[in-house]
């Protein structure tokens, strides 16, 4: 799957389905709210090709999209407020999402 020019609803799902897998757990809640944003289609693929990668892949490749999507503190906010949307989807907020977002806010 070409990963160079998403556009910003695929860069999203991309990261919320990254997200989602904090707690170990990828609910149906959590992959209706993901497809809110893309194609049933569209996030299969970007299931798969997260499936694909390692996590160190995973990050080094939403991270090649700071100065697209999240350069600026009101992007990153936007991005962790979705992230914090889908984490209350499924009625938990698991200290391993806590700590997923303690992890990206630095890393970002």
Do not use: P
Not at 2 to 24: P, Q, T
């Amino acid at each position: 799957m070409d990963n160079k020019n998403w556009g910003f609803e695929s860069f999203l799902a991309f990261l919320l389905i990254y997200a989602s897998h904090a707690d170990l757990e990828f609910s149906e809640e959590e992959k209706s709210q993901i497809k809110k944003f893309v194609t049933a289609n569209e996030f299969k693929k970007l299931h798969a090709h997260f499936d694909e990668l390692t996590d160190f892949q995973v990050l080094e490749l939403i991270l090649s999209y700071k100065e697209k999507y999240f350069s600026t503190l009101e992007e990153k906010d936007r991005l962790f407020l979705e992230m914090k949307k889908l984490f209350d989807v499924d009625g938990e907020y698991s200290i391993l999402e806590k700590g997923l977002i303690v992890f990206l806010g630095k890393l970002m």
